[in-house]
T-cell receptor, first 109, second 113 residues
Framework: RKEVEQDPGPFNVPEGATVAFNCTYS??????FFWYRQDCRKEPKLLMS???SGNEDGRFTAQLNRASQYISLLIRDSKLSDSATYLC??????????FGAGTRLTVKP | DAGITQSPRYKITETGRQVTLMCHQT?????MFWYRQDLGHGLRLIYY???????DKGEVPDGYVVSRSKTENFPLTLESATRSQTSVYFC????????????FGPGTRLTVL
């Protein structure tokens, strides 16, 4: 079993839709959590950090449930430019980062 | 602001050859990382470095060697390349701290024939 598991996708949604991605992690000692975005054949870029209290950045909302070892990302009012692969990332401590395999999102007109 | 660069961007080599992938960052970040990305596995940490002359193994270090004599450079060497090392390799850097953002280079696509 992988240490970080994500929805396999792909998700194909129309513009304006709301879409949610889920992620679970197995190492209960994990310290910090992130969502990264990766465009096709490009490098990953930080989308947002994830905090226990939940956090929002414009149309994006991230949630963390430490008890269930579960992370989520909600995208509201999807745009064509949101099409990408979204990577769930967990820091086990000491900068030892573990990445999920990613969930691919395609937003269609 | 050059940021973080990798060279070469594309490399084809043969089994058994030594290959070195270069990574250079201009931010004076303390931490640097090497990942490989393969279909179905996501990114996997190979090695990381907290500072010059300090390196640590990640999740998949076997077959790789790193060094960090200068803060800005973090080369990755495949001492004897194997077909299973065909992958996309990403270098990253961060200022430090576990909650800190990692900034990735553009990647090197390595094919081992």
């Amino acid at each position: 079993r992988k240490e970080v598991e994500q929805d396999p996708g792909p998700f194909n949604v129309p513009e304006g839709a709301t879409v949610a991605f889920n992620c679970t992690y197995s190492n209960s000692a994990s310290q910090s959590f992130f969502w990264y975005r990766q465009d096709c054949r490009k490098e990953p870029k930080l989308l947002m950090s994830v905090y226990s209290s939940g956090n929002e950045d414009g149309r994006f909302t991230a949630q963390l449930n430490r008890a269930s070892q579960y992370i989520s990302l909600l995208i509201r009012d999807s745009k064509l430019s949101d099409s990408a692969t979204y990577l769930c990332v967990v820091n086990r401590g000491g900068n030892d980062m573990r990445f999920g395999a990613g969930t691919r999102l395609t937003v269609k007109p | 602001d050059a940021g973080i660069t990798q060279s070469p961007r594309y490399k084809i080599t043969e089994t058994g050859r030594q290959v070195t992938l270069m990574c250079h960052q201009t931010w004076s970040h303390s931490y640097m990382f090497w990942y490989r990305q393969d279909l179905g596995h996501g990114l996997r940490l190979i090695y990381y470095s907290a500072a010059a002359d300090i390196t640590d193994k990640g999740e998949v270090p076997d077959g790789y060697v790193v060094s960090r004599s200068k803060t800005e450079n973090f080369p990755l060497t495949l001492e004897s390349a194997t077909r299973s090392q065909t992958s996309v390799y990403f270098c990253a850097s961060s200022e430090g701290g576990e909650a800190d953002t990692q900034y990735f280079g553009p990647g090197t696509r390595l094919t081992v024939l």
